[in-house]
């Protein structure tokens, strides 16, 4: 309970004060949250019902520039990439980070170690981590020409230059990238499965196949929870890697909402629709966040 | 939890899973290790074809030419000049929402008021926003500040988008210290402030490393901040460093990309080696629990 709260009847404007220091101490971020973050969403979504352009602009103009918007062939291909790659993302990382959860909780030597190596790419920002693949990817220098050079000469792997493809390419630079981190999630969750139920279901002869399938992963559950809810929101916000990695090309085939909004918003001069846009990335990643901020703060209780 | 094997199929299933995780370990390790042997190539081995070999004549001419002569944008100065841009902003924006962060924390945990939780969600919630939602305003409020394109801006920018999970390390962190021991020292007589220096902070440590390092990584590893309020001089490491590689004047020397990718992640890398177990927790922290 609050200490603050024992109140001095006979306060003086000193003691006034010292009551009120720790209100006093927190509002500045009060304020600046009410402004930077309520305040600017605010601004945005009303820019969004505007004629803004290059500058913002105050003609109200209703629903247009959502209409507008999802007229734009652009971002429907960057809303269906952002489907694609969502999925595929948040699946593969998870079933990725599960495996390598189980295979290093099997009393692993130097698992220390490993964990380390599968962990660090995290550490990376994602403009390296595309730089980095951009050339693996590159037919020119990459994967294609060192397979290429070992003698399998009609080997082909040009997935970046090829419109259908190319949004995969951010699909497996995303994973190297996170896939260890959702390991890491899971390999928490397996540590604090409780080893009774482990050990009766051992010596009802439970083979270790069944061991997981039947007990540990169901009881993974809020660590599965904790890995959508993070991948989910970062495939919403991934701005860095495809700009590092294909620049929202070859065209438009790799753009995401993230790019889409960007290049709307600050070299198309068209920012109302790239406010529009912003306002349904924001709708879309609360959807995920607000439920889940719920659940966990009133758990707190 | 670990299982026992049986003891019948105990070597070969364990060759197989230790085979694995070797696999992943080279998986993992790839791009680091091609980065790293292609920064010290010249640049025809490169095109040449042999990604994965080592040297045949080992370099460091890259390494120099990406800190110090590399064209990044109009001006052949390297990325140093951007390193530095890094530095300058990392290390006020980390402290200062480090800081403010732990303040926070002790208020909203030693000192609630009705109505605490109910700011904490709003503070967390603020968090996750998409950023693309604050770039318009931010653009016109640092304007309007007359810190447009400068790294003062970057700094504010990264400072006030940085106090929400600083305060959600430090509360979390607050929550478990003994409420009876700041009583104590109440009707001792020591104030708000003496209390927090004297028996707060003291026992601080392991929170306050856990979120510099996840302010340190998540500020010095930004982009869209950079590349939306940033002007040529004041442009982050990030940023120059994407500008390097897809400038499309003359030819690609990817050696010079490579050497420059490792220098804008050698930084977080080092913490990561350093002190990766409390890099471990900040993520957990930052992302699992509220």
Request: charged share 10%.
């Amino acid at each position: 309970m609050s200490i603050s709260e024992t109140e001095n009847p006979r306060g003086s404007v000193a003691d006034r004060v010292r009551d009120a220091l720790p209100r006093l101490v927190l509002s500045p971020t009060v304020a600046i949250v009410a402004i930077f973050v309520y305040g600017f969403i605010l601004f945005t979504l009303y820019l969004s019902f505007t004629d803004s352009r290059i500058l913002p602009s105050f003609g109200w103009v209703g629903w247009q520039n959502y209409e507008n918007l999802f007229r734009i062939r652009a971002w429907d291909t960057a809303v269906s990439n952002l489907v694609i790659f969502g999925v595929l993302y948040i699946a593969i990382c998870c079933a990725l980070g599960l495996l390598l959860a189980i295979l290093l909780d099997q009393r692993i030597r130097a698992e220390g170690f490993i964990r380390t190596i599968y962990l660090y790419p995290m550490a990376l920002s994602f403009i390296v981590t595309g730089v980095a693949w951009k050339w693996f990817l590159d037919p020119g220098i990459g994967i294609e020409a060192v397979v290429q050079g070992w003698g399998w000469t009609d080997f082909k792997f040009n997935w970046i230059k090829d419109r259908e493809m190319a949004i995969y390419t951010i699909v497996i630079a995303a994973v190297w990238q996170t896939s260890g981190f959702v390991m890491a999630m899971f390999l928490a969750g397996l540590r604090g499965i409780d080893s009774e139920m482990m050990k009766a279901a051992q010596i009802d002869g439970a083979s270790t196949f069944a061991l997981y399938r039947r007990i540990v992963i169901p009881q993974l559950r809020p660590a599965f929870m904790s890995a959508f809810v993070v991948l989910a929101h970062m495939a919403i916000k991934s701005y860095d890697l495809v700009i590092a990695l294909t620049g929202g090309g070859p065209g438009t085939a790799t753009e995401l909402p993230a790019t889409f909004m960007y290049s709307y918003t600050f070299t198309r001069n068209q920012m109302g629709i790239g406010a529009a846009s912003a306002v349904i990335m924001l709708m879309t990643i609360a959807a995920i966040i607000v439920p889940y901020l719920w659940s966990e703060l009133r758990e707190k209780k | 939890m670990a299982t026992a094997t049986k003891s019948r199929s105990f070597s070969a299933a364990r060759f197989v899973l230790y085979a694995l995780l070797a696999l992943f370990c080279i998986y993992y390790l790839l791009p680091l290790y091609v980065m790293l042997v292609n920064s010290l190539k010249p640049l025809s081995e490169i095109t040449a074809g042999g990604m994965m070999a080592l040297p045949q004549d080992w370099t460091i001419a890259p390494w120099l030419s990406a800190w110090s002569t590399a064209q990044v944008g109009v001006e052949a100065t390297g990325l140093r000049p951007y390193f530095l841009n890094s530095i300058i902003m990392v290390v006020p924006a980390v402290a200062l929402s480090t800081l403010v962060g732990a303040l926070n924390g002790y208020v909203l945990t030693k000192w609630t008021f009705r109505g605490a939780t109910v700011v904490f969600g709003l503070l967390l919630f603020g968090c996750f926003i998409p950023f693309q939602m604050v770039l318009i305003p931010m653009a016109r409020m640092l304007g309007l500040m007359g810190l447009a394109g400068s790294v003062t801006g970057l700094i504010f920018v990264h400072f006030v988008y940085g106090i929400g999970f600083s305060t959600l390390y430090f509360r979390n962190y607050y929550a478990a210290f003994p409420t009876e021991l700041v009583r104590a020292a109440q009707i001792d007589g020591a104030g708000f402030f003496r209390i927090f220096w004297r028996i707060l902070l003291p026992s601080s440590g392991p929170i306050a490393v856990v979120c510099i390092i996840w302010q340190f990584t998540n500020i010095w590893n930004d982009f869209l901040f950079g590349a939306s309020f940033s002007d040529f001089s004041s442009q982050p490491m990030t940023v120059a460093l994407n500008n390097l590689v897809q400038s499309s004047t003359g030819v690609k020397e990817y050696n010079v990309h490579f050497a420059g990718a490792i220098m804008a992640a050698l930084p977080t890398l080092l913490v990561y080696i350093v002190a990766g177990r409390y890099f471990v927790r900040g993520l957990m922290a930052g992302s699992v629990k509220g």
